[in-house]
């Protein structure tokens, strides 16, 4: 089993759709939990970054975090196809000085 | 743009050669990350420099090495390399001190390619 586990896609949603991107993972130490956003051939670029559970609200953007299950989540409201992007999750033990542990990515396409 | 800078944006070469990969961080960022991402395998943390020193090493080659400088570029030196090297290599910086929280912020990576 992989330490954190990630549906690929591709996931193809209408614009102005709700989407909803999950991860699983196994290490109950990870305490901080983040998303990426990565366009075809660039770096990745971070949307969220969150403690611990509970949620977290940046714009379109809401990341949940329920330790218990250990699942993770992004929603995107109202996507746009400028949304269309591999998204990945990562986490790690501590707040930082400790390697981030990423998932294998979502493809997203939001469709006009 | 993160203000995490590599270069060269490209790279290629043939089997058997060296390479060197250059990272600038952020201003005031004093880690830097070294990822591999390739298709098959997801981005993979390869090895972790803080303030010169190295802090953490993930699943790095023996062929590979990096180091940090005093100005705090990083450098990834790549030898003797082979086919199932040709990757996404990516640098990330992080403040990675006082209570600051930690995220990584990427630039924008070297495609490598060997022959």
């Known amino acids: 089993q992989k330490e954190v586990e990630q549906d690929p896609g591709p996931l193809s949603v209408p614009e102005g759709a709700i989407v909803s991107l999950n991860c699983t993972y196994s290490?109950?130490?990870?305490?901080?939990f983040m998303w990426y956003r990565q366009y075809s051939r660039k770096g990745p670029e971070l949307l969220m970054y969150?403690?611990?559970?509970g949620n977290k609200e940046d714009g379109r953007f809401t990341a949940q975090v329920d330790k218990s299950s250990k699942y993770i989540s992004l929603f995107i409201r109202d996507s746009q196809p400028s949304d269309s992007a591999t998204y990945l999750c990562?986490?790690?033990?501590?707040?930082?000085?400790?390697?981030?542990?990423f998932g294998p990515g979502t493809r997203l396409s939001v469709l006009p | 743009d993160s203000g995490v800078t590599q270069t060269p944006k490209h790279l290629i070469t043939a089997t058997g050669q060296r390479v060197t990969l250059r990272c600038s961080p952020r201003?005031?960022?004093?880690?830097v990350y070294w990822y591999q991402q390739s298709l098959d395998q997801g981005l993979q943390f390869l090895i972790q420099?803080?303030?010169?020193?190295?802090?953490a090493k993930g699943n790095i080659l023996e062929r590979f090495s990096a180091q940090q400088f005093p100005d705090l570029h990083s450098e990834l030196n790549l030898s003797s390399l082979e086919l199932g090297d040709s990757a996404l290599y990516f640098c990330?910086?992080?403040?990675?001190?006082?209570?600051?929280?930690?995220?990584?912020?990427f630039g924008p990576g070297t495609r490598l390619t060997v022959l």
């Open positions: 990562a986490m790690s033990p501590r707040n930082y000085g400790q390697n981030f542990v």
């Open positions: 290490n109950s130490a990870f305490q901080y």
């Open positions: 990330a910086s992080s403040v990675d001190s006082g209570r600051a929280q930690g995220e990584q912020f």
């Open positions: 420099y803080y303030n010169g020193e190295e802090r």
């Open positions: 201003s005031g960022d004093l880690s």
């Open positions: 969150t403690y611990s559970s």
